[in-house]
């Protein structure tokens, strides 16, 4: 199985911790995650997903698909939406099935500490799924693929 090797970049925040981001590309477009190992499930903000998603689904296809509806993440505004490609490193997702919420209070926060703006977060889903490494030292991420 091969591997991509994935820069990562460390953010302080205001000394009360830190986020490391990874870059993701959607329509060959340079994008930000942040890279959250206790998120079960990757999630993207909602006017993200407006922008390049495609296939929006309904809330009844929400509440028929069981994996989105037992997620800690859906709510009556989770909307869901498929990413023709989702590009991470060398690895390609295709047809990705993305779960989006607003992360403005995110963003807002960010921004006020001087980050930049982030698509979303690259959770357990993906992680699990490409036995993800993290190496804090060397600030890498690897993922099999």
Not at 39 to 47: E, G, K, L, N, Q
Not at 112 to 134: E, T
Request: negative net charge.
């Amino acid at each position: 199985m091969p591997n991509t090797i994935i820069p990562l970049t460390l953010i302080n925040l205001n000394d009360d911790g830190f986020h490391l981001l990874v870059e993701i590309v959607v329509y060959r477009e340079k994008h930000l995650v942040v890279l959250d190992t206790g998120a079960s499930r990757s999630v993207f903000d909602i006017t993200f997903t407006d922008q390049f998603a495609i296939k929006p689904l309904t809330d009844d296809d929400l509440v028929a698909d069981e994996n989105f509806a037992t997620t800690l993440f859906s709510t009556s505004n989770t909307v869901v939406a498929t990413f023709p490609q989702l590009k991470i490193g060398r690895m390609v997702l295709s047809e990705y099935a993305a779960v989006a919420l607003d992360l403005s209070s995110v963003n807002e926060a960010y921004e006020q500490l001087g980050h930049p703006k982030v698509a979303g977060i690259l959770g357990g889903d993906i992680l699990f799924k490409h036995a993800a490494k993290i190496d804090y030292k060397r600030l890498k991420l690897i993922l099999s693929y």
